[in-house]
C-alpha cells in the first residue's frame, strides 16, 4: 500500500525573516470541484512578445501561503517573474495523522487524495500561461520541506515542464522515480531531526544520477558544491549544520540558481 503521510514542519524561521510582504494577488482555481488559491506576485507589463520566467514555491506542512511570501520573498529578488505561492489544503502526515494542518501530497496516487495537488499544479500552470507572457523554458519549482517533497514529485510527475529545482530539507519520495534530468540545487540540514539527513542524501545521489553529474564536485562557496553535468543539468548542494530550517540565505542561493538554468 502507498503511503499517504508527509512531513509535518513549522515554519517558525519563515516569519522571522524581517521582509517586508507586498500584497500580491489571490488567484483561483476550481480542480475537481474544490476551490484552491495561491498568492501570485507580478512583474510590470512586458514589451510585445518578450517572456517571463515562472515560479511555483511551496510551503511545508502546517504553512500556508502567505507566511511562505514572507519568508521566501522570492518576489523581492526575481520582480522579473511571476512567483506564486500556492495555498495546500489539509493533509495527514506522521505527526498529524488527522490531516488537521494544510500540506501537499507526497507521491502520485496517494491514498485518498486523488491527485489533488498534481491536478492543483496542471490548473496553475495552465491558468497563468493565459494571463501572463509565461517563458515554457523557465518554469521552475521550489518548496521547504513537505512543499520541497511535492516539488521532487513535480520533477518526477511533470519533469518535461521544469528548467530547474530548489529543494530544502526534502526527499525524492520511494514510490517515484526520476527520470527527466534537470539542473537541481538541494539545501540540506545535518542535523535535521524531521528529515533526517542521510534521507535527503540519497535523493541528492539520485538527482547526480540521473542529471548525469556523477564526477567530483567542485567548492562554489561556503557550504557549497557544484557537481558538473554532461547534460547541462547540473546539481549543486548547499549542505550546512543546522537543522530542519529555512535558512535565511536560501532565498538568493535559489534564485541566482534558476537565472542561469532554463530548459535547452
Not at 470541484?33 to 510590470?44: E, I, N
Not at 542529471?211 to 567542485?218: L, R
Not at 538568493?252 to 530548459?263: D, L
Request: with cysteine; aromatic share 10%.
Amino acid at each position: 500500500m502507498k503511503a499517504r503521510f508527509g512531513i509535518m514542519v513549522s515554519l517558525a524561521m519563515l516569519m522571522l525573516v524581517p521582509y517586508a510582504l507586498a500584497q500580491g494577488t489571490t488567484m483561483t482555481w476550481s480542480v475537481d470541484g474544490v476551490s484552491r488559491t495561491a498568492l501570485v506576485f507580478a512583474p510590470k507589463p512586458t514589451a510585445a512578445g518578450f517572456k517571463v520566467p515562472l515560479v511555483f514555491a511551496f510551503h511545508g506542512h502546517g504553512g500556508n501561503m502567505q507566511a511562505a511570501a514572507l519568508g521566501m520573498h522570492l518576489q523581492t529578488l526575481w520582480p522579473e517573474a511571476v512567483i506564486v505561492y500556492p495555498q495546500g489544503l489539509n493533509t495527514p502526515s506522521t505527526v498529524d495523522p488527522q490531516g488537521l494542518h494544510p500540506g501537499w501530497q507526497v507521491e502520485a496516487g496517494q491514498a485518498g487524495l486523488n491527485d489533488r495537488d498534481l491536478k492543483f499544479f496542471d490548473a496553475m500552470l495552465a491558468g497563468l500561461h493565459t494571463k501572463f507572457p509565461v517563458d515554457d523554458a523557465r518554469v521552475y519549482a521550489t518548496g521547504f520541506s513537505n512543499g520541497a517533497i511535492f516539488s521532487y514529485l513535480l520533477w518526477a510527475e511533470r519533469g518535461k515542464t521544469l528548467a530547474a529545482l530548489g529543494i530544502c530539507a526534502g526527499r525524492l519520495w520511494p514510490t517515484e522515480h526520476l527520470v527527466q534530468p534537470r539542473a537541481v540545487v538541494v539545501i540540506a540540514g545535518q542535523a535535521d531531526p524531521i528529515l533526517p539527513f542521510n534521507l535527503q542524501q540519497q535523493a541528492i545521489d539520485t538527482d547526480r544520477q540521473v542529471d548525469n553529474a556523477t564526477g567530483p564536485g567542485q567548492a562554489c562557496g561556503p557550504v557549497c558544491t557544484f557537481y558538473p553535468s554532461t547534460s547541462h543539468t547540473p546539481v549543486v548542494t548547499r549542505i550546512h549544520p543546522g537543522g530542519h530550517i529555512y535558512p535565511p540565505w536560501a532565498p538568493p542561493a535559489i534564485v541566482e540558481f534558476f537565472k542561469t538554468h532554463r530548459q535547452l
